[in-house]
């Protein structure tokens, strides 16, 4: 969806991941501020509520706090702005990125220096490193954070920051294994220069489903190792991938294997005969 279209599935499509495998908002509202204008505007300080008559509406559609407070599996999200939009704020999509990066959700963003109009055009950048093709409900995918080549987002004025950008882009990814105690992708990054880093999170997993607070090792083809321990919501993330230019890492998460304890307890039969 575009402008009101991708407002509509940002606040709907997040909420149901059992239907959507991703989506691609193209200039969205991530937090709304008005309503549709066959209802019109509440008198100020005047509460909305939905049809049930107690959930605020404006608190329902701010979908920057629902993406942070959800960390369950969400649909993969790559929306573009423009810095200049008007109708979505500058603001908020540097607070849906933030929520984004914090949950470990999968997620781009790119942008550039345009208006409500011209801000389509980053959506180009997006589907090329993210077809939505690459996604499926039953398929799981790696979810990065903090890439080391991000452009700047700035302090959410328009002036602050880099007039053209994105994030998460330019990772390309394959050969993913899904199994109980093994998750294992094959990655790389066309637009690394030089030697860069990433954060790593399984997302949408089958089988590798590790245990709140259990520990799990990484390695990396090239060299690297490491041991994690899963979060609270059973989300295994490597902070700092390595990568090289025009090369190809194998990372591989093992979740150790769970031994059981047992005491064995010898008793030894006594006969007691009566005194004589």
């Known amino acids: 969806g575009g402008s009101m279209g991708a407002w509509g599935s940002t606040t709907y499509a997040l909420r149901h991941p059992e239907r959507f495998a991703a989506i691609f908002p193209n200039r969205p509202r991530t937090r709304q501020r008005g309503l549709p204008s066959l209802v019109g505007m509440p008198a100020k300080g005047k509460a909305v509520f939905m049809d049930d008559g107690k959930t605020d509406y404006f608190a329902r559609m701010d979908m920057v706090k629902f993406a942070g407070a959800h960390r369950a599996d969400l649909p993969f999200f790559g929306w573009c702005c423009g810095r200049r939009d008007g109708f979505a704020t500058w603001q908020e999509q540097i607070d849906m990125v933030k929520a984004m990066s914090e949950a470990r959700h999968g997620f781009a963003f790119a942008w550039n220096d345009g208006d409500h109009s011209s801000g389509s055009q980053p959506m180009a950048k997006i589907v090329k490193y993210y077809p ?86 990484w390695t990396t083809s090239n060299g690297m190792s490491g041991k994690i321990i899963i979060d609270a919501a059973g989300l295994a993330t490597i902070p700092r991938v390595p990568l090289r230019p025009d090369a190809e890492v194998v990372l591989t998460i093992t979740r150790y294997r769970a031994f059981a304890t047992r005491s064995i307890l010898t008793f030894r039969k006594w006969t007691v005969e009566p005194l004589r």
């Open 132 to 217: 939505p093709e690459r996604f499926a409900r039953n398929q799981s995918y790696p979810a990065f954070s903090n890439s080391s080549i991000d452009q700047k987002l700035g302090n959410g004025d328009p002036k602050d920051g880099d007039l053209e950008g994105g994030i998460n882009l330019g990772f390309v990814w394959k050969n993913v294994v899904d199994e109980e105690r093994r998750w294992s992708v094959r990655l790389s990054n066309d637009l690394a220069k030089e030697a860069m880093t990433v954060g790593v999170t399984p997302r949408r997993c089958q089988r590798f489903r590790p245990g709140a607070g259990s520990e799990a090792s």
